[in-house]
């Protein structure tokens, strides 16, 4: 089943990115869309951002067949490919009315297109008239729909929110926006146009000079530090640089695409303050710097989970880990060097 929903899910996603209209309003590569219109409804007010709780399991089987309808084979392969049942245990065997089980290749594609069916028809209800394609063309820019974030007009708000819940669905109204000035989507937030998403420190703060053992919270530090300087949050860089040298960390100026740990910036880089040589391969100046070395987790395969991993690939280039059949997955433990590394560029 495995491999037969990503053979769907490739030619399905390919499809749509292929149409003008569909790729307009629904996306399954890049949020950055949702996070654009976000933005453009902070500052003019004329587009809300609804949240789904329960997304998923919220769309059922007879959901999708209601809409594929028109499309027997595909909705055929689409069942096909399904988990019909599931064990719970504790429970036994129970037979499933939602569309997609954890894990489902289709389960993303098909939400999105459901919801933004069920927008349409919300917008349909309060116009009250059926939509022409050229009606839909018209809401390009205005309506988009990313897994369960959703972008539509606020005058329309209403109606979608109500033909959403007249098909089971939750909308989230503690994470949804249609009045004020605060917008949310896809992980960014907006206040007036202004790009206020949260930067979080997601370990405690290292309290002595950086070693092995505290690799971990040393990257997260650094992180957070570059993470406040793409923000802007200059209060918060100018801290957390004067943190760092009062622990004796090397802290050099480094590009964005660097592999070495140091001070994101904008500015010309500079060696002053860290240790240089001239690197007679490279044909540059290279700078000694903190990097991260990833001890990854040996998790070998083969056989059908190897075809897999082949099927599931979406070009003919090779790929880029060679050893990708031994080891996977997330990394067993991270440990942090110092070693001679480009400031412009990673390994």
Known sequence: MQYMQQALLFEFVKGIE???????????????????????????????????????????????????????????????????????????????????????????PMEAMVFCTVVFMGIEDALSRPLTREDIESFLGKVRVYGDDIIVPVEYTRSVVSSLETFGFKVNTGKSYWTGKFRESCGKDYYDGYDVTVVRLRSLLPTQHWNKEKSEEVISFYNFRNQAYMAGLWKVVRWA????????????????????????SHLPLTPYGVKVKWDSNLQNLVILALTVKEKPTRNSVDGYPALLKWFAKRDDLPFIDVNHLIYSGRPRSVDIKLRWIDPYQGK
Not at 84 to 90: E, F, I, L, M, Q
Not at 243 to 250: A, D, H, I, N, V
Request: glycine share 8%; with cysteine; net charge positive.
């Open 241 to 264: 640089d004067a943190y760092m040298e009062r622990l004796s960390w090397p802290i050099p100026a480094l590009h964005a695409d660097s592999s070495g740990l140091g001070r994101v």
């Open 18 to 108: 292929q149409d003008d209209l569909a790729r307009g309003l629904i996306g399954f590569l890049d949020q950055t869309p949702n996070q654009r219109l976000a933005r453009k409804g902070s500052f003019q007010g004329n587009l809300a951002t609804l949240d789904l709780s329960e997304a998923s399991d919220r769309v059922s089987n007879q959901h999708v067949r209601a809409m594929l309808w028109r499309h027997p084979l595909l909705a055929e392969a689409m069942d096909a490919t399904r988990s019909r049942k599931a064990d719970v245990p504790g429970h036994g065997v129970i037979r499933l009315s939602k569309f997609a089980s954890m894990g489902s290749a289709l389960c993303f």
